[in-house]
């Protein structure tokens, strides 16, 4: 198997994106990563992709998107795993290149979710959850991580705004991100006023509804420089994917507050790159709900059961921190397409990585890691970058 490098990274500003169509956005993404890259074709795109035919009537949308991009000719395929399709697209990619099927791939992400009412947008993400055992009983998406969250703060005894530090750091964050959906700061008074949207889970405790796509370019790590020539920053490894799935319906889990999946997905990625939680110098992780990103910091090993939140409580998360996360806003605050997120997350990494993250640069960068969570943590996939 070859080793697999990023030499191209594009993205879209993410947001309410009325004045363009999903095609639009998927080429200004990808059109951006074939510039950064310095190609103008590619052997394959592989796009991550859950609501097009809910939402937009669009299936077959892989090779609308090639075509719409003029590239005719190539194989094109559409991924979904619910929010986790952006990295499962990428692990596709890798595949394709790590085997030799492929030398040069395009990986994108797209995601049109505002030209809709919100109860079909809602309907739409409750798509993935159990349809015949969770769905049907009228529990939105939202609804299913707050019945977590209360179950999670009775467990281990947590008050409601010891939550607050992980929107806190990710809107500080989204600031300096000039693609990011919302550039304001919050305070914990801004946290505690926020409106209920399920409880215990307010408006602050969640992503927003939103349009955007991100698009990388992977190539073979030995022909990597080839394609970074033109440019100061070189390639970034892939030095893990790993994915790893849990049951679909949250009440068939044997500990519904604890992410198996993530757990699972990130001790292959470890492995696989060699590497310990001690040498992770940053952490894109999933914080589609401020819950989700305590048990995810749990499930990979950088916090003990039920002390996700102390993280955000003490500031070990913000850009100077033990473990900076969300680090160009995360999914709430640059805002969560949800096809298109875990390919956000990578191109991120990239650029911290590669010194090109501005204001929100995280010092001695050189080792980050994704983590992409679809449906309530039924399929995780997560990705570690190195320079």
């Not at 939550?163 to 991100?177: L, T, Y």
């Not at 470890?270 to 499930?299: K, N, R, W």
């Amino acid at each position: 198997m070859r080793s697999v490098s990023i030499v191209g990274i594009g993205q879209s500003p993410v947001g309410e994106l009325w004045d363009r169509s999903l095609r639009h956005i998927a080429y200004d993404a990808i059109a951006a990563a074939m510039q950064d890259a310095g190609i103008e074709t590619a052997d394959a795109l592989f796009l991550g992709n859950m609501l097009s035919g809910a939402l937009l009537d669009q299936e077959h949308l892989a090779t609308l998107v090639a075509d719409f991009c003029g590239l005719r000719g190539i194989e094109a395929a559409k991924v979904e795993a619910a929010c986790a399709s952006g990295a499962a697209a990428l692990r596709v990619g890798i595949m394709a290149v790590a085997s030799g099927l492929h030398d040069v791939v395009i990986v994108a992400g797209v995601e049109k979710m505002t030209d809709t009412v919100g109860k079909d947008t809602t309907a739409g993400l409750a798509t993935a959850a159990d349809a015949e055992y969770e769905a049907i009983h009228g529990v939105s998406f939202v609804g299913l991580n707050a019945l977590l969250m209360q179950r999670y703060m009775y467990e281990f005894d947590v008050p409601m705004d010891a939550f607050a530090g992980f929107s806190i750091n990710a809107h500080r964050n989204g600031v300096n991100n000039p693609n990011a959906m919302f550039r304001r700061a919050i305070n914990e008074e801004t946290y505690r006023k926020a409106p209920m949207i399920a409880t215990p889970i307010n408006m602050m405790d969640s992503s927003p509804v939103c349009d955007g796509a991100a698009a990388l370019i992977l190539v073979p790590t030995e022909r990597a420089r080839q394609y970074t020539t033109g440019h100061h920053r070189g390639p970034v490894q892939i030095l893990a994917s790993a994915s790893a799935n849990d049951t679909l319906a949250i009440h068939d889990r044997k500990d519904p507050l604890f992410l198996e999946a993530a757990y699972v997905s990130s001790q292959k990625a470890y492995l696989q790159a060699g590497v310990t939680p001690d040498d992770i110098d940053l952490f894109e992780l999933h914080d589609a709900f401020t819950i989700m990103a305590a048990m995810s910091l749990e499930a990979t090993g950088f916090a003990r059961r039920g002390e996700g939140w102390r993280m955000a409580r003490d500031e070990e998360i913000g850009i100077q921190g033990r473990l900076p996360i969300s680090t160009m806003g995360g999914l709430k605050s640059r805002g969560h397409p949800v096809g298109a997120t875990g390919v956000y997350q990578v191109l991120e990494v990239v650029q911290q990585l590669t010194g090109e993250a501005g204001a929100n640069q995280v010092p001695g960068a050189r080792v980050g890691m994704a983590q992409n969570i679809g449906g309530s943590g039924a399929t995780i996939v997560t990705h570690i970058l190195g320079v």
